[in-house]
């Protein structure tokens, strides 16, 4: 296995200590995980392309890892009222229809590559992600504090506007694979 693809595993072992410390109230702890984490992502793509190390593992294992990621913090922040639940669920059923487009797609030969809507869908959520994190740890801050939840909820807003022009822009470029 190459480095990519373990960094890819690195990041989806993560994700339980980093749920741990989020559901015991360790944020800053909850916080460096998800950062961490997050970085691998960066750092797994341009190592695969520079190096010429892309796999098939990679291709799926890699995205996957990141809503894995990112979907287990949004879960964590409905449960404590950071997120509305309604915005989880618009964000999930995004997730659900691209996942059944590119299913269909598969089984007929066909790979429907992520756009760059999608992308910077995931860079949004994975911003908001750590601000809203870092406003938690920081717990009574005053101002500082108010600023970074805000910053948070703005790219948590902006991540779900990606998320609806994103998804909307996948079903209207693929819609030929609800005729497969």
């Keep these: 296995m190459n480095l990519p693809n373990k960094l890819t595993i690195a990041r989806v072992i993560a994700v339980p200590f980093f749920i741990a410390a989020y559901m015991t109230g360790y944020n800053l ?11 691998t992502d960066m750092l ?29 913090a949004f879960c964590l922040m409905v449960d404590d009222g950071t997120m509305p639940g309604w915005m989880l ?6 997730e659900f229809t691209i996942a059944g487009m590119r299913t269909v797609a598969a089984s007929e030969g066909t790979v429907i590559a992520a756009g760059m809507s999608g ?4 860079v949004l959520q994975m911003i908001a992600v750590p601000l809203l994190l870092l406003a938690a740890a920081m717990g009574d801050m005053g101002q500082l504090q108010d600023y970074c939840a805000l ?18 822009e996948y079903v209207l470029k693929n819609k030929s694979v609800f005729s497969m």
């Design 44 to 72: 797994d793509g341009k190592i695969a392309r520079k190096y010429n190390l892309v796999t098939n593992f990679g291709k799926i294992m890699d995205p996957l890892a990141d809503k894995i990621l990112v979907y287990s």
């Design 119 to 122: 992308k910077l869908k995931t």
């Design 151 to 168: 910053a948070g909820q703005i790219f948590l807003w902006a991540s779900l506007i990606m998320t609806v022009y994103s998804g909307a």
């Design 29 to 39: 702890v909850a916080f460096i995980l998800f950062v961490a984490a997050s970085l």
């Design 89 to 94: 669920i618009v964000i999930l059923a995004r």
